[in-house]
């Protein structure tokens, strides 16, 4: 039986939303393959190993934070995690695991921090490694790295902390229709729709709020399609499927609070040939970007059928109104074996980079 720890919450605007998806995933191990120790990273960055019975997924109180405390530490036999226990007495007990599942979404969790740390514990981890998921987490590295692989991506500017970005140049290059986001974040937070100076600094403050750089760009009049893919060095793409959303855009609320604003259409209804090439596209972008293990690419689609990809997704949501786990069903593969799948790529991985030398 592999021993999995599944790696919730964190230090993110996103926190809220990592918890539902790793209360989906939680449910959907086979308890007879697999032991999963939950580990909550709380909104201080502190670390709690948790009981599955009294753990906050399965609807316990939020522990104080001495409850299942970690620590880190090099031992004779290398880097260890190690909890404490308390059982009238206090001591430090080493945390075995197999593999580690983080199901951390957003800055501090998706951006390659963990997973360095989780690589430097020599710990199998699901997903996108340090590389992969750091580029992938910065908007404005992504899309130069696809645009100058020859795949196509929504026009945009870049306006960093202190800099000035003036509207008119901007609706010079890209159109009167802006979208404002912060180029390291996710689920919409602090993205706006701007058509207007007033809007634009508006949209802009907003967008500071949540990071140092702000990615600026062309609307695009289309339909969000998303294609979920897996994999290390041959990705498969599953079939796409559409976000059909009666808000003006799709935010935060309409993507996890408000069951009336979106729906899900698995599988897109797209002719065959264009939803051929969105797999492909999105395999490309997945190699191109340095990802392994899964991933979801975001595209826009024109009534004309042309093609951009929008983002790359490295943890994707495996909430109730997630796409990554429904577009794996609809493909043939059930999210109980899905996670098989992520699991054993995630071992094999390991495995491979561990054959590689570290001296002469």
């Avoid at 190993?49 to 939020?62: F, K, P, Q, R």
């Avoid at 202190?162 to 979208?179: K, W």
């Avoid at 100076?197 to 998303?226: H, M, P, T, W």
């Avoid at 855009?249 to 051929?276: C, G, H, N, W």
Wanted: net charge negative.
């Amino acid at each position: 039986m592999k021993h999995v720890g599944l790696i919730y919450g964190g230090v993110s605007s996103e926190h809220e939303v990592s918890i539902r998806s790793a209360r989906n995933v939680l449910a959907a191990f086979d308890p007879d393959r697999y032991r999963v120790t939950p580990i909550r990273i709380d909104r201080q960055g502190r670390w709690h190993v948790e009981d599955l019975e009294t753990s906050l997924l399965t609807g316990g109180a939020e522990p104080s934070a001495k409850i299942g405390e970690t620590r880190f530490s090099h031992t004779e036999d290398g880097a260890k995690l190690y909890v404490r226990r308390e059982d009238g007495t206090t001591y430090w007990e080493p945390l075995e695991l197999d593999v580690a599942f983080p199901m951390l979404h957003g800055q501090n969790g998706e951006d390659g921090r963990v997973q360095g740390f989780l690589q430097t514990l020599g710990i199998p981890f699901v997903g996108p490694g340090v590389l992969g998921s750091a580029v992938c987490m910065d908007k404005e590295v992504t899309k130069r790295l696809l645009r100058d692989s020859g795949l196509p991506v929504v026009p945009f500017r870049i306006a960093r902390h202190g800099e000035r970005l003036a509207y008119d140049d901007v609706t010079d290059a890209l159109g009167t229709t802006l979208f404002v986001k912060p180029a390291n974040s996710g689920s919409s937070v602090g993205t706006s729709k701007a058509e207007s100076a007033d809007a634009f600094d508006r949209a802009l403050a907003d967008a500071f709020n949540y990071d140092n750089k702000v990615l600026v760009e062309q609307a695009i009049r289309g339909r969000e399609i998303e294609c979920a893919v897996i994999g290390n060095e041959e990705p498969r793409a599953s079939v796409p499927g559409e976000v059909v959303s009666t808000a003006e855009f799709y935010t935060y609320d309409a993507k996890y609070e408000d069951p009336d604003a979106s729906r899900m259409q698995v599988p897109a209804d797209l002719p065959p040939m264009i939803a051929e090439q969105i797999r492909s596209l999105a395999a490309d972008a997945y190699r191109v970007l340095g990802c392994e293990g899964m991933a979801r690419v975001d595209f826009f689609v024109t009534p004309e059928y042309e093609l951009y990809i929008n983002e790359v997704n490295t943890i994707p949501g495996f909430t109730e109104r997630s796409m990554f786990p429904v577009m794996w069903d609809h493909t043939g593969l059930p999210i109980g074996a899905l996670l098989d799948t992520l699991l054993t790529l995630a071992l094999d991985r390991h495995a491979r980079d561990a054959r590689l030398k570290t001296t002469r």
